[in-house]
């Protein structure tokens, strides 16, 4: 064996190395913007979800309490049915307050946009990825890594939006 055929093996080495690290952080960017268009989906579910909800405990509750507003003030027979109707829609209104259900939506608004952008930024990775070396890969792997831990979790983007009007100041007495 001559000192250029083990030259030669080991420029191949090194070639078939590259195409390996190539291929394993390919797979990551792959993985992510897989990762990233489910947790897009089921955001967006989510968020549909509790604009649903939402929905369905405001509307009937604004509506209960002008029936009952108008049957209150139409006869005092009515009076008490009035008043059922008006509980039936402050227990919706409290259920609506309580579930929080349209800071739910948009936190899981944001959470959608923001998985959404992360795949879009990995799928861009990938068409580059031709034309990139290792460690050009490496590094936008490494930026995308970044972009997938800023996604907020439900935990952090509820915490991060104001508290309701009813509950940002305590009751004073006196």
Known sequence: MTNEDSEDSGVRQEQSRDVSQMR???????????????????????????????????????VLAAVSGA??????DARVPAAILALLAAGFSAGATFLRAEARQLANLRRRYAWQDLEVRARLVLGREAYMTHEDLYNALSRLLELRRAVPSSAIVLSELPTPPSLAQPLQNG
């Open 24 to 62: 394993h952080l390919t797979g990551e960017v792959e993985r992510i913007a897989a990762e990233a268009g489910i947790g897009a989906r089921r955001a967006q579910r989510r968020g549909k979800l509790w604009n649903a909800t939402h929905l369905l405990l405001g509307f009937p509750a604004a």
């Open 71 to 76: 049957a209150g003030l139409a006869s005092s």
